[in-house]
T-cell receptor, first 116, second 109 residues
Framework: GAVVSQHPSWVICKSGTSVKIECRSL??????MFWYRQFPKQSLMLMAT?????????EQGVEKDKFLINHASLTLSTLTVTSAHPEDSSFYIC????????????FGPGTRLTVT | GQNIDQPTEMTATEGAIVQINCTYQ??????LFWYQQHAGEAPTFLSY??LDGLEEKGRFSSFLSRSKGYSYLLLKELQMKDSASYLC??????????WGAGTKLIIKP
């Protein structure tokens, strides 16, 4: 149980275009989803926290107009990287938490984004 | 501020035992996680400690001392597949996960 999927697993896009990454909880309802970014040989960096039906809470330094997050249902959250630039190339990982009383985050497999 | 410290890198021999330490200073404490992350992959759950003491799970054990702000992950009978990064993360008073930078464990034959 507690499986989280991400799609796509990898994507290459041209500078200036937008990319959408989907995160789905397959066998549970995720009241909260998290989006992380990880650059090579660095730790996870939390970008934003989203609760179903409400606006995402972004971490300091993360541009909310550039990284659009939509958590429209209890099983789906999307991250859209708008006007992507080469410096946005990174490993994006989502995770989901089942409820307020459950602290464990279940991670998706990650999406490797390369902007050329 | 909130801070979690782990060694950057450790090296151990196949079949041996290794202990990865984690010290933390956070605003509140609601538990500590250990995750394993292989290169290019997402983290996978290893353990969760919220009370003091040792939790054993097969070859892996995790220890917590809340009074000392300290935890360690103990890996026994090391295998080559254990080569990975090990991430320590603390749940703070807002139920947010505060991540350490991770410890890269290199296993040599």
């Amino acid at each position: 149980g507690a499986v989280v999927s991400q799609h796509p697993s990898w994507v290459i896009c041209k500078s200036g275009t937008s990319v959408k990454i989907e995160c789905r909880s397959l066998d549970f309802q995720a009241t909260t989803m998290f989006w992380y970014r990880q650059f090579p040989k660095q730790s996870l960096m939390l970008m934003a926290t989203s609760n179903e039906g409400s606006k995402a809470t972004y971490e300091q330094g993360v541009e909310k107009d550039k990284f659009l997050i939509n958590h429209a249902s209890l099983t789906l959250s999307t991250l859209t990287v708008t006007s992507a630039h080469p410096e946005d190339s990174s490993f994006y990982i989502c995770s989901a938490r089942e409820g307020q009383g459950y602290y464990e985050q279940y991670f998706g497999p990650g999406t490797r984004l390369t902007v050329t | 501020g909130q801070n979690i410290d782990q060694p950057t890198e450790m090296t151990a021999t196949e079949g041996a035992i290794v202990q990865i330490n984690c010290t933390y200073q956070t605003s509140g404490f609601n538990g500590l996680f250990w995750y394993q992350q292989h290169a290019g992959e997402a983290p996978t759950f290893l353990s969760y400690n919220v009370l003091d003491g040792l939790e054993e799970k097969g070859r892996f054990s995790s220890f917590l001392s809340r009074s000392k702000g300290y935890s360690y992950l103990l890996l026994k009978e090391l295998q080559m597949k254990d080569s990975a990064s090990y991430l320590c993360a603390v749940v703070d008073s807002n139920y947010q996960l505060i991540w350490g930078a991770g410890t890269k464990l290199i296993i040599k034959p």
